[in-house]
């Protein structure tokens, strides 16, 4: 590899997952497609080849692959290892900044980071806690949030120059509305007057995929063209198995239809009536709701992680209590029995989506982080080169 100019500052990535599509995922090729070259080279760290890798690849990004064994004694030579992996990476790219997005790969690059003395920044994309929080915390120079209820994670931390919330970016040229087009739903054996609920997740217990099944079993008679697609990757096979028999035995099986993974998820939602995330936690600011509000679709989501800094309630859709399958219901009646609702609550989103979700806010701000720590390492180091080091005497500061 040809080592970044001195002119461009090269930032190392770090991905939890090699698979494209996801959330975290697309927020990171978002934005590393996104940084101008000229003043910042992306390296990128999977833990293996995969859909995401090929992307970056086709589109000049450096990828490293780098597998983060989990933290156990069994484990030590494989972590010894992983982590001179990276050390050499980071000597090899001449890297400045490492950009981490889970706790593994915060963990692994916190000791990279104080072991060569880069800056860490840890881009925090769930609500739930981990065990190693405190520690994390200490290894990093900046800890971006995606949402502003994800602080609760570190109530402990009274350096609130630490943080930062930045929310996640949605591209509004990409996901935009349009003309419903009901013969591409008839792959799915739909009707043109069917009512098309569209839950965009992977499907595994915590984002509650058999709740919708449960609110729109409780509407099947009061409205009966109601079609619910599950899009998103079967990651939990009991759980799918599970949501599929509740289907059954609630007697809407017809209804119910799980494509897995959907490429274009922007067609999907083009050709949908109401956007469903059911989510029970570990959600931190919901890529699916952005996505579905950028389209001009209104929303049902649940109150969970950053939800409701999303959606304001009763203006681009509700937001209502997990499990709650009964109020899921009630409000996914009032949308589907309401065309106008729609209409102006679909408006209403993308008009939110422009002005506060866009892609090129997400990263013009997360930008304005890296120029930040670059600009703090830069006064350090001309301080250094003033003092070696050390502080001047009274005698010298007077």
């Given at each position: 590899?040809?080592?970044?100019?001195?002119?461009?500052?090269?930032?190392?990535?770090?991905?939890?997952?090699?698979?494209?599509?996801?959330?975290?995922?697309?927020?990171?090729?978002?934005?590393?497609?996104r940084l101008d070259r000229r003043e910042f080279r992306p390296v990128v760290v999977l833990p293996h080849a995969g859909s995401l890798s090929e992307r970056l690849?086709?589109?000049?990004?450096?990828?490293?692959?780098?597998?983060?064994?989990?933290?156990?004694?069994?484990?030590?030579?494989?972590?010894?290892?992983?982590?001179?992996?990276?050390?050499?990476?980071?000597?090899?790219?001449?890297?400045?900044?490492?950009?981490?997005?889970?706790?593994?790969?915060?963990?692994?690059?916190?000791?990279?980071?104080?072991?060569?003395?880069?800056?860490?920044?840890?881009?925090?994309?769930?609500?739930?806690?981990?065990?190693?929080?405190?520690?994390?915390?200490?290894?990093?120079?900046?800890?971006?949030?995606?949402?502003?209820?994800?602080?609760?994670?570190?109530?402990?931390?009274?350096?609130?120059?630490?943080?930062?919330?930045?929310?996640?970016?949605?591209?509004?040229?990409?996901?935009?509305?349009?003309?419903?087009?009901?013969?591409?739903?008839?792959?799915?054996?739909?009707?043109?007057?069917?009512?098309?609920?569209?839950?965009?997740?992977?499907?595994?217990?915590?984002?509650?995929?058999?709740?919708?099944?449960?609110?729109?079993?409780?509407?099947?008679?009061?409205?009966?063209?109601?079609?619910?697609?599950?899009?998103?990757?079967?990651?939990?096979?009991?759980?799918?198995?599970?949501?599929?028999?509740?289907?059954?035995?609630?007697?809407?099986?017809?209804?119910?239809?799980?494509?897995?993974?959907?490429?274009?998820?922007?067609?999907?939602?083009?050709?949908?009536?109401?956007?469903?995330?059911?989510?029970?936690?570990?959600?931190?600011?919901?890529?699916?709701?952005?996505?579905?509000?950028?389209?001009?679709?209104?929303?049902?989501?649940?109150?969970?992680?950053?939800?409701?800094?999303?959606?304001?309630?009763?203006?681009?859709?509700?937001?209502?209590?997990?499990?709650?399958?009964?109020e899921m219901a009630r409000r996914i009646a009032m949308l589907a029995g309401d065309r106008a609702l729609r209409s102006r609550m679909g408006r209403a989103g993308?008009?939110?989506?422009?002005?506060?979700?866009?892609?090129?806010?997400?990263?013009?701000?997360?930008?304005?982080?890296?120029?930040?720590?670059?600009?703090?390492?830069?006064?350090?180091?001309?301080?250094?080169?003033?003092?070696?080091?050390?502080?001047?005497?009274?005698?010298?500061?007077?």
């Open positions: 590899m040809t080592p970044s100019p001195p002119n461009r500052h090269a930032i190392l990535y770090f991905s939890s997952f090699a698979a494209a599509g996801w959330g975290g995922q697309e927020s990171l090729w978002h934005l590393v497609s690849l086709g589109h000049g990004i450096d990828v490293r692959f780098v597998e983060l064994p989990r933290v156990a004694a069994a484990n030590i030579r494989s972590m010894i290892q992983a982590e001179r992996s990276l050390l050499s990476i980071i000597d090899q790219e001449r890297i400045g900044i490492l950009h981490t997005d889970g706790p593994r790969n915060t963990l692994y690059a916190g000791i990279a980071g104080k072991l060569k003395r880069k800056p860490v920044v840890w881009h925090v994309r769930t609500s739930t806690a981990d065990p190693y929080d405190r520690l994390l915390y200490l290894f990093c120079s900046k800890i971006i949030l995606v949402a502003d209820c994800l602080a609760n994670r570190f109530r402990f931390s009274s350096r609130e120059d630490k943080f930062i919330t930045i929310h996640n970016g949605v591209d509004v040229k990409q996901f935009a509305p349009g003309a419903p087009n009901r013969e591409r739903i008839r792959a799915f054996g739909f009707r043109a007057d069917d009512i098309v609920i569209t839950v965009s997740a992977r499907v595994e217990a915590l984002k509650g995929q058999r709740y919708v099944i449960e609110a729109c079993a409780r509407l099947h008679h009061l409205l009966p063209r109601l079609q619910i697609v599950f899009a998103g990757d079967i990651i939990e096979g009991a759980y799918h198995r599970a949501c599929i028999q509740r289907a059954h035995e609630l007697g809407v099986t017809k209804h119910v239809h799980f494509p897995g993974h959907v490429e274009n998820i922007g067609q999907l939602l083009q050709d949908t009536d109401i956007l469903v995330l059911p989510s029970i936690e570990g959600e931190a600011f919901p890529r699916a709701v952005l996505e579905a509000m950028a389209s001009g679709i209104p929303v049902v989501a649940t109150d969970c992680g950053g939800t409701r800094e999303a959606v304001e309630n009763n203006v681009c859709g509700f937001v209502v209590q997990p499990t709650d399958s009964t993308r008009k939110i989506a422009v002005e506060r979700f866009g892609i090129e806010r997400n990263v013009t701000r997360t930008v304005d982080v890296y120029r930040k720590i670059i600009q703090s390492k830069g006064a350090v180091h001309a301080w250094a080169i003033q003092s070696n080091g050390l502080p001047k005497s009274r005698e010298a500061r007077s």
